[in-house]
């Protein structure tokens, strides 16, 4: 049987810059794979290419449920079941909390009118975004409820697959506790998710096995425990000892 979803030599290059190098990774339905690695290690850039949001990879294959889908647009990809959110918080800020999540659906989904209101709620139901918020505009909205609200519009396109790209970041520690719950939330609903995150006791605490890169190739995959004790890892992140 076909992994679940799998990466198979995966490179991207910016000119001589190699931003991802031969990366390799196969995932399970229902684990939860966190990544880490120092800034500029290609965490995002691997999101990316995976997504195609806002390209795709120089080289490589990208397999889901058995299917090659380095080849397809964006939008394809999402129908398939593979969402992103981003770094940034990143919505549109004219239009209302609502309008984005149903912006959304429409694009993935397809559904409009009642339909899609009927799953927006939803979506906000499972996250926790409120509801008496959804007529606001996002820009007004304070960085945390701008996070849920990205949640909210990945969650309402049905993912599989949940590419979470560090949803805790400027987050204080109750707001981080709640990303924890969320994230446990979705993955007890069924849906697979690859984090992206820098607090590390959450992302120590919601994943089964890590991912760590530097300089866009891997230095680690495995359980956590084992992961975060390797020698290499510790350099990565804190430099050799003196």
Not at 9 to 15: E, P, T
Not at 26 to 42: L, Q
Not at 121 to 126: F, Q, W
Request: glycine letters at 8%; aromatic letters at 6%.
């Amino acid at each position: 049987m076909a992994p679940f979803f799998e990466i198979r030599n995966l490179s991207r290059s910016f000119g001589g810059l190699k931003a991802l190098s031969n990366l390799s990774l196969v995932v399970d339905e229902g684990e939860i794979v966190g990544i880490a690695g120092p800034n500029g290690s290609g965490k995002s850039t691997l999101f990316n290419v995976i997504t195609k949001i806002p390209f795709g990879s120089s080289s490589g294959e990208v397999v889901f449920r058995g299917s090659r889908i380095e080849g397809l647009s964006d939008i394809a990809i999402a129908r398939m079941g593979i969402v992103r959110t981003f770094q940034r918080e990143t919505v549109f800020r004219s239009m209302s909390c609502v309008d984005n999540i149903l912006v959304a659906i429409e694009q993935t989904l397809g559904a409009r009118g009642a339909e899609a209101e009927k799953l927006a709620d939803e979506a906000s139901e499972i996250v926790g975004f409120p509801r008496n918020f959804h007529n606001v505009p996002a820009a007004a909205l304070p960085i945390f409820y701008q996070k849920q609200l990205m949640i909210t519009t990945a969650v309402a396109q049905k993912p599989k697959l949940l590419l979470l790209d560090e949803p805790a970041s400027s987050l204080i520690e109750d707001e981080v506790d709640w990303v924890h719950e969320v994230i446990k939330k979705l993955n007890s609903m069924g849906i697979t998710i690859l984090l992206i995150e820098h607090v590390l006791p959450l992302l120590t605490g919601v994943s089964s096995r890590l991912l760590v890169l530097e300089q866009g190739s891997r230095i680690a995959l495995g359980p956590v425990d084992d992961v975060i004790r390797n020698p290499v890892v510790v350099e990565a992140f804190l430099g050799k000892p003196q």
